[in-house]
């Protein structure tokens, strides 16, 4: 794949780390697949100012457990115990704030339950043993309802919503005591609090998950990879070495009904993209792994575009806007159009508005946050 030729070495180390590591293959295989394409000098070299470098790739993209523990194999065996040590000291760190924080988002979905607001954790948890930057709940409950049990509960306060929040209907929460925001969507799901059709999905099929010594009520498999999806082909137009990672897992567990899941995408005007989507992070492990995620023949033939249209910039790959991901979006609308959904469609319809007015925001005060 022409991409993998243009990665920079850190994001390409990183993926040999994740997508060749225990949870795919056995250790020793891993290592020896690791050491054949980069050779046992290269982890001898690294010094702390190139484990610096990795290890704010790996948090930005999400991995730096599940890229660190076969790091630090990596390291103990081409006899870098200095790195070795390094490595160990910053999953202790990352370990430290992943306990602190699940225990937090146990404690407040324990209360908001109590108090009648049932709560589902979306795209969190979805990178365990990682975790992402901040914890993302979504709920069926009134939001004046989540909003005062907050504030009793916690003694959180309401951080300021931006535009496009208060058009996709989430609140974020700074709860004292907790590093991380706490985002919750209430109803609606999208940029533009566009798909309903998607939250019914998620509402009715919930499941408990246990996460290290914590029970969680997440998404089916399915309606993970469509609120994915809606986060990365139709928001933020980039894909982190998480969302690769994660989704393998879950599609290398034939975990998932694709006749459903393209019931689902096509009902909400999102099948197009979720192919797409499925079909580039199968691409992507493919080239590192030599065979891909199983994906049946129908979610292939749907994808727009591949993997070879996709360049790593600031920290990411990057999808192109045009004329892909604006076909995307047109694919969307007009979905909602001819269902009737004039409501949604209209919400939708102001998203490239929002697009410009974060653009010019961002290009006059380098911040978009007022608008996004």
């Not at 590591?21 to 050779?39: K, W, Y």
């Not at 575009?305 to 047109?330: E, G, K, M, N, T």
Request: hydrophobic share 45%; with cysteine; charged share 25%.
């Amino acid at each position: 794949m022409e991409l993998v030729h243009d990665l920079p070495r850190s994001l390409r180390l990183l993926s040999e780390l994740t997508l060749v590591s225990p949870s795919f293959r056995d250790t020793s295989a891993q290592m020896r697949a690791i050491l054949s394409v980069e050779g046992d000098e290269l982890f001898s070299r690294l010094d702390e100012r190139d484990l610096d470098d990795l290890e704010k790739l790996a948090i930005s993209n999400h991995v730096i457990l599940r890229a660190f523990e076969p790091l630090q194999l990596m390291l103990e065996a081409a006899g870098n115990d200095r790195g070795a040590e390094w490595v160990a000291n910053s999953m202790q760190v990352e370990r430290a704030r992943i306990t602190h924080a699940l225990g937090f988002l146990e404690e407040i979905c324990a209360a908001l339950e109590k108090a009648g607001c049932l709560v589902t954790v979306s795209k969190s948890l979805d990178h365990w043993p990682d975790l992402g930057s901040d914890l993302d709940l979504y709920t069926d409950a009134p939001a004046a309802g989540v909003i005062d049990n907050m504030r009793s509960h916690f003694k959180a306060r309401l951080a300021a919503r931006s535009w496009g929040d208060r058009l996709a209907n989430k609140w974020n929460f700074i709860v004292p005591g907790l590093p991380e925001l706490l985002e919750v969507h209430v109803g609606r799901l999208g940029q533009t609090g566009e798909q309903t059709a998607v939250t019914r999905s998620l509402a009715d099929r919930t499941c408990s998950a246990r996460v290290g010594i914590h029970l969680f009520r997440v998404p089916a498999s399915e309606d993970r990879i469509v609120i994915s999806t809606l986060q990365r082909m139709y928001r933020h137009f980039y894909i982190r070495l998480c969302d690769i990672v994660d989704n393998a897992l879950l599609l290398d567990s034939y975990a998932v009904d694709f006749a459903y899941l393209r019931s689902l995408g096509s009902r909400a005007g999102l099948w197009e993209g979720i192919a797409t989507y499925l079909s580039i992070v199968s691409e992507y492990v493919e080239a590192y792994r030599g065979d891909g995620v199983p994906l049946p023949s129908f979610v292939t033939h749907s994808a727009k575009f591949s993997a070879d249209q996709v360049r790593f910039r600031r920290d990411f790959l990057r999808l192109p806007i045009l004329p892909h991901s604006l076909s995307l979006y047109a694919a969307e609308l007009k979905s909602l159009m001819l269902r009737g959904d004039l409501r949604n469609s209209l919400r939708l319809s102001l998203l490239p508005c929002l697009a410009t007015a974060a653009a010019l925001e961002h290009k006059i005060t380098r911040s978009d946050k007022a608008i996004w």
